[in-house]
C-alpha cells in the first residue's frame, strides 16, 4: 500500500491530517531564541500578536530526525511518497532528500517536489491520497502530481515587504518601492517554483485582481481549476479576492484559509495568496 506524507505547508495540522490518513511533519517558527512548532505550540494570532510587540521571526523546515522516524515506521509494510513545499521556496524537499538516504528502507520512499505550496499542494497531496485509497499505484499517483503540478499558478500580495526582502525572496529595490510609493505589488510564483518574481504593481486591490486575471485567461484557466485564497489575518481582502473568483469561475471550487505562521513569517502580516492548480488524472 501507498502513504502519503506531507508537511504543514498543505496547511494541515498534524491532528488534522491524522484524520483523513495523512501524515505530515510541522515546520517551525524561531521567535526570541525560542522554536514553536505551527499548529502545535503556535497559531496565526498569537505570532501576529508577538510581530506586533516588536518580534522578528525566522523560520525553519521540519527535523530530518522526524523525517526519518515517520519513514522508518511507515516503510516496514508500506510504499510512501513524501509530497514536500516547492524546492527553493523552503529546504524542506532538501531535507526530505536526506532522511530518505539515511532511514531503513530508501527504496521503499519517493520524495516528491510540489513546485508549488498552500492550497494547491494541500490540493495535490489530497488527490495523491484519494489515489493511494483507491489502490492506485505509485507510478499512478506520481504521474497524476507530475502532470497536476505544471497548471499551477500562484501569486502573493503582501502588505509589508520587509518580510519577503528579509527572507531574500524579494529585492530591496522592490521592498523600497512598494513603502515608498505606497503601492500593492504583487508577486507571482517562477515557473520553476523556486522563487518569487515581480508580477504587477497597482494602487488598488481591483487593479491587481484584473492584472492576475489577464494571467489566468493568458494560461487558460477555468472552472476546472481548483481555487485557493490564504490569508495573514486579512479577511477583508481575502473576501474581495473570493467574491472576484466567484463572478469569474461561477461553478469553480474555491477554498479560504488562514495562513500558517510559517507563511506569515515569510509574506508578513495581512499578506494574502490567490492560487490555482487543476488535477489532472
Known sequence: MIKIVSDTCTLYSRQEAHKIGLEVTPLSVLVDGKDYREYEDIDTATLIEKISNGAVPTSSQPSIGEKIGIYDKLTESDEVIDITIAQGLSGTYDTALMAKEACRHPDRVTVFNSGTLCGP?????????????????????LTMLAKSNRTDISFLIPMDLKFLERGGRVSKTVGNLGSLLKLLICLKKSEDGRCLEKYAIDRTVKGTVKSIFKEFAAKGVDDSYLFSISHAMNEEMAGKLSRALKDAFPRAHIDLFELSPVFLTQGGPRCCAIQAIKIIR
Open 121 to 141: 499542494q494541500r490540493a495535490l497531496t489530497e488527490a495523491a491520497l484519494r489515489m493511494a485509497k483507491e489502490g492506485k499505484s505509485k507510478e499512478e499517483i
